[in-house]
Nanobody, 118 residues
Framework: QVQLVESGGDLVQPGGSLRLSCAASGSMFSIGDMGWYRQAPGKQRELVATITSGGSTNVVDSVKGRFTISRDNAKNTVYLQMNSLKPAVPAVYYC????????????WGQGTQVTVSS
């Protein structure tokens, strides 16, 4: 059974930084695109950033220049570096990935909470 496990969520002051990690584990043959979404209470889950297996990235405009997505294929891990964090209601950040297990499917992690507050 495959799973995605996020870590790194925390309470941080405005202007601070956090790095989220998400590791894929279990029986899988390949990992395709990976990404991060976030969801605030009462709101829909929204895309933050994606990265292909080849390393091409896409970051939504609202965080462009502050957030960076990267991956370490040897560790089956995707990262989200978040800098210059702005005050916001707490949000849960979810990792997602296309995994070949031996069929392609989309998997989600359990989420990690990020709170930006003074």
């Amino acid at each position: 059974q495959v799973q995605l496990v996020e870590s790194g969520g925390d309470l941080v002051q405005p202007g601070g930084s956090l790095r989220l990690s998400c590791a894929a584990s279990g029986s899988m043959f390949s990992i395709g695109d990976m990404g991060w979404y976030r969801q605030a209470p009462g709101k829909q889950r929204e895309l933050v950033a994606t990265i292909t297996s080849g390393g091409s990235t896409n970051v939504v405009d609202s965080v462009k220049g502050r957030f960076t997505i990267s991956r370490d294929n040897a560790k089956n891990t995707v990262y989200l570096q978040m800098n210059s964090l702005k005050p916001a209601v707490p949000a849960v950040y979810y990792c997602t990935a296309r995994l070949f297990t031996p069929a392609w499917g989309v998997y989600w992690g359990q989420g990690t909470q990020v709170t930006v507050s003074s």
